[in-house]
């Protein structure tokens, strides 16, 4: 049954629906999850659980998954479903399977949805001299706060988190501003930050499209998480740009503008996220 352009109700309830109205064709396609769904409300509550202090004030617009309804996805399902199978072999029997939360603006997200990883989502980070190497970075599935802070909102003041599958293997731990760009042997498969107890994971941009498989994007609104960060303006404080403050005299110039409970949570999360 077809309501409208590129939404379609499918059999088990749920809407089959395009995430952007500019995208075309089949690579682009998710399914917009209704709220009485339990895959909704697995997601929705793995979301919420990571924004600790702010979920209460957190608004969930939509949880979408991409869709496997299509020849394209199937194919990419298949294909990381045989990956983490030779991962398994390699690694005694564990592919190390784990979910990440990737932030990104609303374009961006999009893109990756549409037609997967590229070098562009590496390059951003090879520009970030606090990233643990050069490749895509995900932040552990119960720091959803965290990837918050680091998104981008969009004209409607909506941010948009993308959950992904990740096939990790074996790690080893990558040191804040690091440029490595490959494992260091054949022993390993992707990086961390730490691992006796990861927050932070790094594909290899060789691997990217490969132990990577984007499964559901969540859209939300957190005024005040947003605030904090943003300054209300339309810069951002998520992913630094320039090297050349450091970050006491950062805490002292904000200090001028925040109140005490803003400050405690941006130097909660730097306290949490310090090498």
């Known amino acids: 049954m ?3 352009a590129q939404v379609e109700i499918v059999d088990n309830g749920e809407i089959i629906d395009s995430l952007s109205h ?6 682009s ?12 409300d697995v997601v929705k509550n793995c979301f919420l659980s990571g924004m600790s202090l702010h979920a209460a004030e957190t608004t ?3 949880v979408r998954k991409t869709s496997a309804q299509r020849i394209t996805a199937k194919a990419k399902l298949a294909a990381s479903n045989v990956f983490a199978e030779a991962m398994k072999r390699k690694n005694g029997g564990d592919a190390n399977v784990r979910y990440g939360w990737y932030s990104g603006s609303k374009e961006e997200i999009e893109r990756i949805v549409s037609y997967g990883f590229s070098s562009s989502e590496v390059e951003k980070f090879e520009r970030d001299d606090r990233s643990h190497g050069v490749g895509v970075h995900f932040l552990h599935h119960t720091c959803s706060k965290a990837a918050a802070i680091l998104g981008e909102a969009d004209e409607e003041g909506i941010e948009h988190l993308l959950l992904c599958r990740l096939i990790l293997g074996k790690p080893e731990r990558i040191i804040a501003g690091s440029k490595q760009t490959y494992p260091s042997s054949s ?4 990086g961390v930050d730490n691992l006796e107890n990861p927050r932070k994971y790094v594909i290899w941009s060789c691997n990217m499209n490969s132990y990577i498989l984007p499964s559901h994007v969540v859209s939300f609104k957190s005024p005040r ?3 904090l960060i943003r300054g209300g303006g339309g810069g951002g404080l998520g992913r630094a740009r320039s090297p050349c403050v450091s970050f006491p005299i950062l805490m002292s110039i904000l200090s001028k503008s925040l109140d005490r409970p803003r400050m405690n949570v941006i130097l909660t999360t730097y306290v949490d996220f310090r090498v």
């Open 2 to 4: 077809m309501m409208a």
């Open 22 to 27: 500019h995208a075309s064709g089949d690579y």
């Open 29 to 40: 396609s998710t399914i917009l999850l209704r709220e009485e769904n339990h895959e909704y």
């Open 60 to 62: 969930v617009v939509s």
């Open 187 to 190: 022993e390993y498969d992707c």
């Open 225 to 227: 998480l947003r605030g």
